[in-house]
T-cell receptor, first 115, second 114 residues
Framework: AQKVTQAQTEISVVEKEDVTLDCVYE???????LFWYKQPPSGELVFLIR??????QNEISGRYSWNFQKSTSSFNFTITASQVVDSAVYFC????????????FGQGTRLTINP | DTGVSQNPRHKITKRGQNVTFRCDPI?????LYWYRQTLGQGPEFLTY????????KSRLLSDRFSAERPKGSFSTLEIQRTEQGDSAMYLC????????????FGNGTRLTVT
């Protein structure tokens, strides 16, 4: 069975600090996808990134970066120079490669950026 | 791209009543999903449509739940004889298949069963 664990329930930092959100996953599939979604107070889940299990290259998008390590089954997310607008709940998710995109979500990490 | 639209935003009902939610996906998206999210948890998959065909249902979807997507466009999710345990946020998402593409989520319908 697939499982995603986000051990950090809540994180609070001061604006401009860097922060890393941890994600550990379990799957027996050799091909799978990993995702990060952001859920601001408005409630709508916003897609941030998708990663194929064959692509272990780290990715950077502006202040956001992702570190994918198959050896440790982790897909961590770092926000550099955090801003108040980054405050939200962040979810890591996993899906099998084919057919329905049945995302298995972690419990989420509530990130609060204080001014 | 007007996004995924869900109605109503909030629904309060008494235990035992039936409720129906509606989801309008992004127009060109052929795949539509329903998820349920309870407080403090991540969303859980309920069911999935490709066009008008319901291809998969989670074990979470009891016999009291039924979903339809009659013309491959909008979808409805009905809960019969609601129970307090049904209280949750019901999220709809759509995507463009067959490739694995990101899900676009709506704002959800928050159901409270009293």
């Amino acid at each position: 069975a697939q499982k995603v664990t986000q051990a950090q329930t809540e994180i609070s930092v001061v604006e401009k600090e860097d922060v890393t959100l941890d994600c550990v996953y379990e799957t027996r599939d050799t091909t799978y996808y990993l995702f990060w979604y952001k859920q601001p107070p408005s409630g709508e889940l916003v897609f941030l990134i998708r990663r194929n299990s064959f692509d272990e290259q780290n990715e950077i998008s502006g202040r956001y970066s992702w570190n994918f390590q198959k050896s440790t089954s982790s897909f961590n997310f770092t926000i550099t120079a955090s801003q108040v607008v980054d405050s939200a709940v962040y979810f890591c998710a996993l899906s099998e490669a084919g057919g329905a995109q049945k995302l298995v979500f972690g419990q989420g990490t509530r990130l609060t950026i204080n001014p | 791209d007007t996004g995924v639209s869900q109605n109503p935003r909030h629904k309060i009902t008494k235990r035992g009543q039936n409720v129906t939610f509606r989801c309008d996906p992004i127009s060109e998206h052929n795949r539509l999903y329903w998820y349920r999210q309870t407080l403090g948890q991540g969303p859980e998959f309920l069911t999935y449509f490709q066009n008008e065909a319901q291809l998969e249902k989670s074990r979470l979807l009891s016999d009291r739940f039924s979903a339809e997507r009659p013309k491959g466009s909008f979808s409805t999710l009905e809960i019969q004889r609601t129970e307090q345990g049904d209280s949750a946020m019901y999220l709809c998402a759509s995507s463009l298949g067959p490739a694995v593409s990101p899900l676009h989520f709506g704002n959800g319908t928050r159901l409270t069963v009293t």
